[in-house]
Structures are given as structure tokens and as C-alpha cells.
């Protein structure tokens, strides 16, 4: 079984800092790695995606993140936030197909609030 | 290119009653899912649709929630009867295919069982 842990609930963070958002997950076979971005009142949009190749994934908004197999996690990091930005960010695992696990089924975690100060 | 509909967008009901929610996915996309997102939890698959066939419901608590989605189109999710544990967000989400990994969410429902 996949899980996915976002070791902070909350980021409270002001306008031009940097900003990581930590997601660490839990699979013995390879996976596919997503962060989402929801924003109050609307659905999950796709940030990025990790499925092989490049470690280092560029997404929308100027947002990246690192898959570090090693170390289990799938960091989102931007270097110089917006007021814009404050929304709920998810990471999530699907199942590469590998060992039985389930193609295609996404296993979110918790979400972490982030909030751009001014 | 439209997005996902979703309808309604709030629902309010008292415990026992029963609800529908309605999902219009994205033109094309064969696969469709129904998520519950719990306040302060991440989105749970209930239910995965390919054109109008189950491809898992594993997570669906078939005592209460059932899922339909007639000539492999619009789907609704209803829960009948419904318990204060119920209220939560209804994510209907929809892709491609089965093999496409990218997912296209609706604004959500959000229900509230008093």
C-alpha cells in the first residue's frame, strides 16, 4: 500500500520569500508523484508531476520540485512566493503498475495551507 | 474548453435523508472519479468509472453511496440515507483514459448532514 505524509499542516510565509512544502511517501515498488494546488472554493489543479527521468520537475506558477528516491520525499519548493499563491497544496502518489499496485489511482495526503503574508 | 461541472455546489440535509450530486466531466474523457475530501484531509477515491463500467469501488461504503454513470457520460453519486460522518466535499474528476495520469477536478459539493 501507498501513503503519503506533508509534514506541515501550515506555511505561514511573507510575499517574495522562499517557500518549501514537504511530502514524504511510502512505497515498496516505483510510483508517480503529483502536487496539486487548490484554491478556496475550487477543485485540484495539477502543479507537476514526477514519472521518470529529470529528478528536478518544473511546473505552472514557477514552482518545482525534487524526487529524491533515496530519502522517500517529493519537495515543492518556489523561490519567491505571491500573495496569489496562498491556497491549499497536496501531494499525491499513483501506483506505477509495478508490483500489483494500482495504475492511475491517486493517494493524497493531508494538505498544507499556504499562506502568503504581505 | 469547458471544465468539469459539478451540481449542486452546497447541499445542507438532516441525518437520514438522502442526496445526489452530478458530475458532467470534461468532453472526451473516458475515465471519471468521485473523491470525498473530509475537512483537513486530502481527497479519497470513492469510485472510478471507465466509459460506464466500475473499474474500482473499494473505497465506496456500498450500504449508503451508490455511483452511476449511464452511456459513459455524466455520472451521480447518491448517498441515501446519509450520517453526520458524511459531511464532507464530493470531488468529481475525470481524465482521458486509465492510462492518462493527469486528472481534471470540478469546483467540488460541498454537503453538510446536520
Known amino acids: 500500500a501507498q501513503s503519503v505524509t506533508q509534514l506541515d499542516s501550515q506555511v505561514p510565509v511573507f510575499e517574495e520569500a522562499p517557500v518549501e512544502l514537504r511530502c514524504n511517501y511510502s512505497s515498496s515498488v516505483s510510483v508517480y508523484l503529483f502536487w496539486y494546488v487548490q484554491y478556496p472554493n475550487q477543485g485540484l489543479q495539477l502543479l507537476l508531476k514526477?514519472?521518470?527521468?529529470?529528478?528536478l520537475v518544473k511546473g505552472i506558477n514557477g514552482f518545482e520540485a525534487e524526487f529524491n528516491k533515496s530519502q522517500t520525499s517529493f519537495h515543492l519548493r518556489k523561490p519567491s512566493v505571491h500573495i496569489s499563491d496562498t491556497a491549499e497544496y497536496f501531494c499525491a502518489v499513483s501506483g506505477s503498475g509495478a508490483g500489483g499496485t494500482s495504475y492511475g489511482k491517486l493517494t493524497f495526503g493531508q494538505g498544507t495551507i499556504l499562506t502568503v503574508h504581505p | 474548453e469547458a471544465g468539469v461541472a459539478q451540481s449542486p455546489r452546497y447541499k445542507i440535509i438532516e441525518k437520514r435523508q438522502s442526496v445526489a450530486f452530478w458530475c458532467n466531466p470534461i468532453s472526451g474523457h473516458a475515465t471519471l472519479y468521485w473523491y470525498q475530501q473530509i475537512l483537513g484531509q486530502g481527497p479519497k477515491l470513492l469510485i472510478q468509472?471507465?466509459?460506464?463500467?466500475?473499474?474500482?469501488d473499494s473505497q465506496l461504503p456500498k450500504d449508503r453511496f451508490s455511483a452511476e454513470r449511464l452511456k459513459g457520460v455524466d455520472s451521480t453519486l447518491k448517498i441515501q440515507p446519509a450520517k453526520l460522518e458524511d459531511s464532507a466535499v464530493y470531488l468529481c474528476a475525470s481524465s482521458l483514459g486509465t492510462r492518462i495520469l493527469e486528472q481534471f477536478f470540478g469546483p467540488g459539493t460541498r454537503l453538510t448532514v446536520l
Open positions: 514526477y514519472l521518470s527521468g529529470s529528478t
Open positions: 468509472f471507465q466509459n460506464n463500467g466500475v473499474v474500482d
